[in-house]
């Protein structure tokens, strides 16, 4: 019952500086030798502490094992110590696999800290130029109809450090980590709009929050009408509080703070409200002084997640090379990689389910000499729009905008197998 | 810009007792005015404490809101209690929502409680009937190529409680707690397979746990080969202590205790190797005391999550019926939902995407007149097979057998709204 094997070398190449054709590897074309390296065959079983005595008992909630203590979020040192809520937190994709993140482990962004809300007590409520303003109790939205939809939230600043004229020392989770993706579940928005009646007058949504900070963003109301979801549930849980508890925002393919947290009101107006959430950040400075204002949908973009930046090779051999695609448009239509700083390219598998305005996973197998390497990954989406390099970006725009920046990553490879951020 | 509205009343009827199309819905055939009872269009809106000082810092690793404290899982009490983690621990569908089953809520089951493996030094070993018998560390599997899947996993138990002469008083995490979703990755078993090379002679892998239990299944190599995965990751992060880390088998559609937790060893053999796991329990009891082996797939399924005992009406008006649906054949072809105790049917919405061997919510809108109301819903999969009532079940294999049990659950309401486990 076991599969033809074509080949005992390690099959055919895809692109330059060892790519491999992924489809070579399912067929059995790699044949069997290729891994035997990370094998120990000739060690055998012991039978462990843990194998003899009756295990642990159950937990209501559980948690990880304490073996992985190191997989959390990161935040960014707070510029005021007395607000250590203010600011982000970064989700540690090099340490991660697959297109969920777990709730635990979703970003955080957050401009007046974490607010403890009572579900009880906190309000809803839609107003301005409607028919019938409505305040809305947690328990009454929950009692509507939903729908769920596995979408990535990024924030607007992803990346940022990209703009930096040197390239920082730094990880996926510091340069990437403001991205995550999860199963969203809530009231589209167009329901409750259909109930309040919407005023021919208005043309935007004033999305308020109710932390300290009142982070509020205009939303246009066409967005609103198509695919925007007052959530509730996230990964089939109710929302985490640092991810808006008790009700957000999911504007799906927009940039991170218009998915508006701790959601308190909505109010219908015939003018973009102009909040310092959109003026004072969220704007992409020009190196003319200008900026690009209300740049809502996120551009195609894609990272890779292993090997990366503490997550090397452990000498040369057999690898699967691993990321993360995602675009505002809508699906990814396919992500290249490159393992000689673009010289050359190779198609990547995309991992079913292949979800609109959801991360995609990419894979692709790569056998390392053991010399240098510069690997890059390029995402296309349905829209056919590609990457650009940070030099074309930088062309377009200067280096002054550390917002929506979504250019080819790399991440040099050195003899050790050690990788680290470059621009190339 | 809103959208044309074609009545006020409640909308077209799908089937008796106030089932309502779906369509309707979001077309605005229903009007504004159904929902109105739920909103408090009065109510002026106050400026909470949380709003008027800084939140809470951020969290490395978070938790869920301490007003959400009652949503855990649920332990049978253990036979014995010098060993509180043999038997199982549910999931509280009643209270979530979407696809997704969040780690720290995914049901457990443990034979011999729940071992804390340190991964550097957990083994797997291939072996058996293989040309090079293999044992890989942690660290060498996660080199592999490795693919996710969103899937179910459900013990072969679930639903065992149907099987009870007269209905028990118990809610939706009681009756069906044991099946959740998540996506699973992990290394494809046939790559491992091929590198260890099959004997011809093989037919079987029998599987083995590291817990105190020896946890042991035989699993036939053809499911082997085809989809079975090593995974190392669950909804993105290390599988938790409890679902298997630092490794667990995957063996997608089939019997929970198949998809071996904590995987030790899998061992090619010619035959079945009958170990106590397959013997003991997990077989089917006919009356004629003869019983079922070796049923493997889980059958087609579903239940209703809301309402439900613990979440019933609060009142007459528009409600969304919602539920579970999954089967190991593959994908949920439709979802039929009866608020008569089936005299008639309506079908159910089914959540995109719907993926073969995964959860699927299904939604429907109902409004609730105020009268006694037995709810139910009724799948059927993509090969055909259609969930039978309780009688016919029973009528087929008689009520001793207490594994894969996938009848038709009745929810009855009452006049407060209130819903109970019923036999309907």
């Not at 939809?149 to 990346?159: D, W």
């Not at 992500?335 to 959801?358: H, I, M, N, R, Y």
């Amino acid at each position: 019952m076991s599969r033809p094997r074509i080949s005992n070398d390690d099959g055919p190449r895809a692109a330059g500086g060892g790519l491999i054709d992924r489809r070579a590897l399912f067929e059995g074309a790699l044949g069997a030798a290729v891994f035997a390296a990370s094998a120990v065959a000739a060690e055998p079983l012991v039978v462990p502490d843990w194998s003899m005595a009756p295990g642990g008992p159950f937990i209501p909630y559980g948690q990880p094992s304490k073996f992985e203590s190191r997989v959390t979020r990161v935040a960014t040192p707070p510029a005021n110590p007395a607000t250590p809520g203010v600011g982000a937190s970064r989700t540690p994709h090099h340490l991660l696999d697959g297109m969920i993140t777990p709730n635990s482990l979703h970003f955080e962004r957050a401009h007046g800290g974490i607010p403890d809300i009572d579900p009880e007590r906190h309000r809803l409520a839609i107003h301005g130029l409607v028919k019938r303003p409505l305040v809305f109790t947690m328990e009454a939205l929950a009692r509507y109809p939903m729908t769920s939809r596995i979408a990535f939230i990024e924030c607007g600043g992803n990346g940022g450090s990209l703009s930096q004229p040197v390239a920082q020392k730094v990880d996926a989770q510091a340069i990437r980590g403001l991205v995550s993706c999860a199963e969203w579940t809530g009231v589209p928005l167009s329901i409750l709009l259909d109930e309040a009646g919407v005023d021919p007058a208005a043309a935007w949504v004033y999305a308020e929050g109710a932390d300290s900070a009142g982070m509020s963003r205009s939303i246009p109301l066409k967005k609103a009408w198509d695919d925007t979801l007052v959530c509730l549930y996230q990964n089939g849980e109710r929302i985490r509080p640092s991810n808006g508890y008790p009700v957000r925002l999911l504007v799906p393919g927009f940039e991170g703070n218009m998915n508006v947290k701790w959601l308190r009101r909505l109010k219908l107006v015939a003018d973009p409200v102009i909040t310092k959430d959109e003026t004072s950040k969220y704007t992409i400075l020009l190196d003319s002084g200008k900026t690009w204002n209300f740049v809502w949908p996120i551009e195609v973009n894609s990272f890779i997640t292993r090997p990366s930046p503490g997550v090397g090779l452990k000498g040369p051999g057999l690898y699967e090379i691993s990321g993360l695609a995602w675009s505002g448009a809508g699906r990814i239509r396919s992500v290249e990689v490159s393992a000689d700083g673009g010289k050359s390219w190779a198609q990547a598998a995309l991992q079913d389910p292949v979800l609109p305005k959801a991360l995609t996973r990419f894979r692709l197998p790569w056998k390392w000499e053991g010399g240098p390497a510069v690997l890059q990954s390029r995402s296309t989406d349905e829209a056919g729009s590609v990457q650009p390099t940070r030099a074309a970006m930088i062309a377009e725009r200067g280096l002054r905008g550390q917002f929506h920046v979504n250019c080819i990553q790399s991440w040099a490879i050195d003899e050790k197998g050690e990788a680290a951020n470059v621009y190339a």
